[in-house]
């Protein structure tokens, strides 16, 4: 398992401030952000918060990305895009199946398992721990111009030119032998 940054790769880009009542940096995920097919989870997406995008932010795109998935390229959770400048929050919940907690504009994009919603975190039993990178990118354009049925992977390389600024998160999930 690598423990490299997944962003170390990307231009730098100017940092802000995500915080959440749900997850804790650097901690355990909670039982209900799990995949509902391990006991207790609820496919929930986290509440989020953020403050202090860089000048200049015209709309914002959430990830949530695991790179120690055992696939070659880890596995994307969640997308969603063309969040307005003028929302600094998602409610707990957000990603359900509708969207119902996402502003106006604003769409999810397939995960890894192809369904546009949050999906929760499931590593493989015995696998050892997995981190979660949930991110706030502050972006240079209105909207990011990619179809609703784009892959998490062209979302970010469609946003690389258009990143003003990234705030991450990090939650860990393993699940025993």
Do not use: C
Not at 54 to 64: E, F
Not at 118 to 147: M, N, Q, T, W
């Amino acid at each position: 398992m690598s423990f490299n940054d997944p962003f170390a790769r990307l231009p730098e880009t100017a940092s802000f401030t995500v915080t959440s009542t749900t997850i804790t940096d650097g901690a355990a995920w909670p039982p209900e952000q799990w995949s509902s097919g391990v006991p207790g989870g609820k496919d929930l997406s986290p509440h989020l918060a953020w403050h202090g995008a860089p000048a200049g932010t015209k709309s914002y795109a959430v990830t949530v990305y695991d790179p120690d998935a055992p696939t070659g390229s880890g596995f994307w959770h969640w997308a969603v895009a063309d969040i307005p400048a003028t929302v600094t929050e998602l409610p707990e919940g957000a990603g359900d199946d509708t969207g119902s907690g996402l502003p106006e504009g604003a769409f999810q994009l397939p995960n890894d398992a192809r369904l546009p919603r949050y999906i929760g975190a499931a590593p493989p039993a015995g696998h050892g721990p997995h981190r979660y990178f949930v991110v706030v990118h502050a972006l240079d354009v209105e909207s990011i111009g990619v179809p609703a049925d784009a892959t998490p992977a062209l979302l970010g390389f469609t946003m690389a030119g258009h990143i003003l600024g990234r705030a991450v998160l990090t939650a860990i999930a393993e699940t025993p032998a």
